[in-house]
Protein backbone atom coordinates (compact mmCIF):
# COMPACT_ATOMS: atom_id res chain seq x y z
CA UNK A 1 0.00 0.00 0.00
CA UNK A 2 1.29 3.79 -0.54
CA UNK A 3 -0.21 6.38 0.99
CA UNK A 4 0.65 10.64 0.03
CA UNK A 5 0.10 12.41 3.01
CA UNK A 6 0.51 16.55 2.73
CA UNK A 7 0.71 19.40 5.25
CA UNK A 8 1.93 23.17 5.55
CA UNK A 9 -1.78 24.42 4.41
CA UNK A 10 -3.62 27.00 6.51
CA UNK A 11 -4.51 30.50 6.86
CA UNK A 12 -2.34 33.64 5.69
CA UNK A 13 -2.80 37.15 4.21
CA UNK A 14 -2.05 38.13 0.88
CA UNK A 15 1.25 38.61 0.05
CA UNK A 16 2.40 35.87 2.36
CA UNK A 17 4.22 32.44 2.34
CA UNK A 18 3.34 29.18 2.75
CA UNK A 19 4.71 25.78 2.52
CA UNK A 20 3.36 22.25 1.84
CA UNK A 21 5.25 19.20 1.71
CA UNK A 22 4.06 15.71 0.60
CA UNK A 23 5.73 13.00 1.95
CA UNK A 24 4.94 9.50 0.10
CA UNK A 25 5.12 5.56 2.25
CA UNK A 26 4.57 2.22 2.22
CA UNK A 27 6.05 -0.50 -0.39
CA UNK A 28 7.92 2.08 -3.07
CA UNK A 29 10.35 1.12 -5.58
CA UNK A 30 10.69 4.01 -7.28
CA UNK A 31 8.55 7.76 -8.29
CA UNK A 32 8.56 9.27 -11.01
CA UNK A 33 6.70 12.50 -11.62
CA UNK A 34 5.83 14.34 -8.78
CA UNK A 35 3.16 17.27 -8.80
CA UNK A 36 0.92 19.37 -6.98
CA UNK A 37 -2.54 20.49 -7.99
CA UNK A 38 -5.37 22.90 -6.62
CA UNK A 39 -9.01 22.77 -6.63
CA UNK A 40 -11.48 25.85 -5.70
CA UNK A 41 -14.90 25.90 -5.03
CA UNK A 42 -16.89 25.10 -8.18
CA UNK A 43 -13.87 24.79 -10.19
CA UNK A 44 -11.57 22.25 -12.51
CA UNK A 45 -8.77 20.49 -10.98
CA UNK A 46 -6.21 22.36 -12.27
CA UNK A 47 -2.03 21.70 -12.26
CA UNK A 48 -0.14 23.74 -10.84
CA UNK A 49 3.26 22.32 -10.47
CA UNK A 50 5.17 18.91 -11.70
CA UNK A 51 8.96 17.69 -11.00
CA UNK A 52 10.32 14.82 -12.84
CA UNK A 53 12.55 12.29 -11.32
CA UNK A 54 15.77 14.12 -12.62
CA UNK A 55 14.41 17.82 -10.79
CA UNK A 56 13.36 19.03 -14.45
CA UNK A 57 10.02 21.32 -13.36
CA UNK A 58 7.07 22.76 -15.28
CA UNK A 59 4.53 25.60 -13.91
CA UNK A 60 1.14 26.76 -14.29
CA UNK A 61 1.51 30.40 -15.80
CA UNK A 62 -0.60 31.59 -13.13
CA UNK A 63 1.68 30.84 -10.49
CA UNK A 64 5.17 31.43 -12.23
CA UNK A 65 8.08 33.60 -10.40
CA UNK A 66 5.91 32.71 -7.33
CA UNK A 67 5.66 29.34 -6.46
CA UNK A 68 8.84 27.09 -6.54
CA UNK A 69 8.19 23.14 -6.74
CA UNK A 70 11.33 20.66 -5.41
CA UNK A 71 11.57 17.18 -3.92
CA UNK A 72 13.94 15.39 -1.81
CA UNK A 73 14.51 11.54 -3.65
CA UNK A 74 15.64 10.37 -0.53
CA UNK A 75 12.83 11.16 1.06
CA UNK A 76 10.20 10.50 -0.91
CA UNK A 77 9.04 13.82 -0.63
CA UNK A 78 7.97 16.66 -2.68
CA UNK A 79 7.29 20.74 -1.60
CA UNK A 80 6.19 23.44 -2.86
CA UNK A 81 7.08 27.05 -1.75
CA UNK A 82 4.25 29.06 -2.18
CA UNK A 83 5.54 33.20 -1.86
CA UNK A 84 3.56 36.59 -2.95
CA UNK A 85 0.37 34.31 -2.16
CA UNK A 86 -2.80 36.12 -3.94
CA UNK A 87 -6.69 35.36 -3.23
CA UNK A 88 -7.00 33.64 -5.98
CA UNK A 89 -4.43 30.78 -4.85
CA UNK A 90 -7.22 30.01 -2.12
CA UNK A 91 -8.08 26.25 -2.96
CA UNK A 92 -7.74 22.78 -2.11
CA UNK A 93 -3.83 21.55 -2.58
CA UNK A 94 -3.68 18.16 -3.59
CA UNK A 95 -0.57 15.57 -4.17
CA UNK A 96 0.49 13.29 -6.99
CA UNK A 97 2.81 10.96 -7.95
CA UNK A 98 3.85 8.26 -10.21
CA UNK A 99 4.83 5.35 -7.75
CA UNK A 100 6.24 1.60 -8.86
CA UNK A 101 5.51 -0.36 -5.84
CA UNK A 102 7.69 -3.06 -4.91
CA UNK A 103 4.92 -5.65 -4.90
CA UNK A 104 3.37 -4.58 -8.90
CA UNK A 105 4.70 -3.84 -12.41
CA UNK A 106 5.16 -0.56 -14.11
CA UNK A 107 4.09 3.01 -12.05
CA UNK A 108 0.71 3.53 -10.83
CA UNK A 109 -1.06 7.33 -10.00
CA UNK A 110 -2.02 8.55 -6.85
CA UNK A 111 -2.96 11.02 -5.11
CA UNK A 112 -3.16 12.50 -1.25
CA UNK A 113 -6.13 13.44 0.46
CA UNK A 114 -5.47 17.21 0.23
CA UNK A 115 -4.52 20.11 2.08
CA UNK A 116 -6.47 23.66 2.48
CA UNK A 117 -4.50 27.08 1.33
CA UNK A 118 -6.85 30.11 1.89
CA UNK A 119 -6.05 33.52 1.73
CA UNK A 120 -7.03 36.61 2.76
CA UNK A 121 -7.34 39.87 1.20
Known amino acids: QVQLVESGGGLVQAGGSLRLSCAAS????????MGWYRQAPGKQRELVAVITSGGNTNYADSVKGRFTISRDNAKNTVYLQMNSLKPEDTAVYYCNADIWRTTMRGYFNYWGQGTQVTVSS
Open 26 to 33: GSIFSIND
